[in-house]
């Protein structure tokens, strides 16, 4: 069983930025795909961004491409969702999903969930 903890969501103004943490526990992480969801009130879950086990492969959504960026640190077991230039529209609770073996863009895919961190961006 894996165990997903994300941390870094806050209130923050418009144009600014955050960083948020996945990080995971709970047995061996070797080779698991990492992806960021958000989910906004009264909104269908969507997806954010995604990374493979090497990093060699990334999807980004349109709508948050030029401004966010994925990384990993598969030392540390911990994804990073690094969020620049930030619109009101960002707002939503940012959730971190993982699979044993490949890149989904769609949430259904994923075997493991976080419970998710709050963004909250300010006009």
């Known amino acids: 069983q894996v165990q997903l903890v994300e941390s870094g969501g806050r209130l923050v103004q418009a144009g600014g930025s955050l960083r948020l943490s996945c990080a995971a526990s709970?047995?061996?992480?070797?080779?698991?795909?990492m992806a960021w969801f958000r989910q906004a009130p009264g909104k269908e879950r969507e997806f954010v961004a995604g990374?493979?086990?090497?990093?060699?492969?990334?999807e980004i959504a349109d709508a948050v491409k030029g401004r966010f960026t994925i990384s990993r640190d598969n030392a540390k077991n911990t994804a990073y969702l690094k969020m620049n230039s930030l619109r009101p529209e960002d707002t939503a609770v940012y959730l971190c999903?993982?699979?044993?073996?490949?890149?989904?863009?769609?949430?259904?895919?994923?075997?493991?969930w976080g419970q998710g961190t709050p963004v909250t961006v300010s006009s």
């Open positions: 999903a993982a699979d044993p073996h490949t890149l989904y863009v769609s949430g259904g895919y994923y075997t493991y």
């Open positions: 709970g047995r061996t992480f070797v080779g698991y795909a």
């Open positions: 990374i493979n086990w090497s990093g060699g492969s990334i």
